[in-house]
């Protein structure tokens, strides 16, 4: 059966350490990876995207990479902040077809702590 | 732009009661789907819709029922709510993706927490 998998539900860090949050998957082969970021009691928000050409991708302090042979992907957080507490969400479209994604498979989170 | 926006935020529903909630996007977009998110499952496709007049079911679709008369408004409609319809809601929205460089992120709304006693 298909699974995307967030190994970690929780990761406590220091701050200004790296923070590094993994997500596997099985049984799909994905264009592409998303990440959101999700704060309590509010809707997801969309971080980053890595299409399975790409290796890796950053956007600011955020850096995601994408090893479609491990089915792994990485995302790690620089220099880590106290705002950055929140749950982190990995999703893939399984039913891809090049025209937009509209029904995502999400794992199920993991859920950064870092500390002053 | 107000966005994605979801009402009721909050609902308490007895067992057998209907009930529809209401999700709204300013933004044009194609695509519209509904979530819902309970611990320890993370989020799950009810419904989805590729534009006025279509629809389709996800993952969960059983005792929900949708429709898309508009490209605004995607409501979601729980027939006779039960206790398992306990949970958290998001819309979401999304561009059909054409554009070259899309990032196909989805914009959600902000949930409408739901009890059913």
């Known amino acids: 059966s298909q699974k995307i998998e967030q190994n970690s539900e929780a990761l406590n860090i220091q701050e200004g350490k790296t923070a590094t949050l993994t997500c596997n998957y099985t049984?799909?082969?994905?264009?592409?990876l998303q990440w959101y970021r999700q704060d309590p009691g509010r809707g997801p928000v969309f971080l980053l995207l890595?299409?399975?050409?790409?290796k890796e991708k950053r956007k600011e302090r955020l850096k995601v990479t994408f090893d479609t042979t491990l089915k792994q992907s990485l995302f790690h957080i620089t220099a880590s902040q106290p705002a950055d507490s929140a749950t982190y969400l990995c999703?893939?479209?399984?039913?891809?077809?090049?025209?937009?994604?509209?029904?995502?498979?999400f794992g199920k989170g993991t859920k950064l702590s870092v500390i002053p | 732009n107000a966005g994605v926006t979801q009402t009721p935020k909050f609902q308490v529903l007895k067992t057998g009661q209907s009930m529809t909630l209401q999700c709204a996007q300013d933004?044009?977009?194609?695509?519209m789907s509904w979530y819902r998110q309970d611990p320890g499952m993370g989020l799950r496709l009810i419904h989805y819709?590729?534009?006025?007049?279509?629809?389709d079911q996800g993952e969960v679709p059983n005792g929900y029922n949708v429709s898309r008369s508009t490209t605004e408004d995607f409501p979601l409609r729980l027939l006779s709510a039960a206790p398992s319809q306990t949970s958290v809601y998001f819309c979401?929205?999304?561009?059909?993706?054409?554009?070259?460089?899309?990032?196909?992120?989805?914009?959600f709304g902000p949930g409408t927490r739901l009890t059913v006693t």
């Open positions: 979401a929205s999304s561009y059909s993706g054409m554009a070259v460089g899309s990032s196909y992120e989805q914009y």
């Open positions: 049984n799909y082969s994905p264009a592409y």
């Open positions: 890595i299409r399975e050409n790409e």
């Open positions: 999703a893939l479209d399984p039913a891809y077809s090049g025209a937009g994604s509209y029904q995502l498979t």
């Open positions: 933004m044009n977009h194609e695509y």
């Open positions: 819709s590729v534009g006025a007049g279509i629809t």
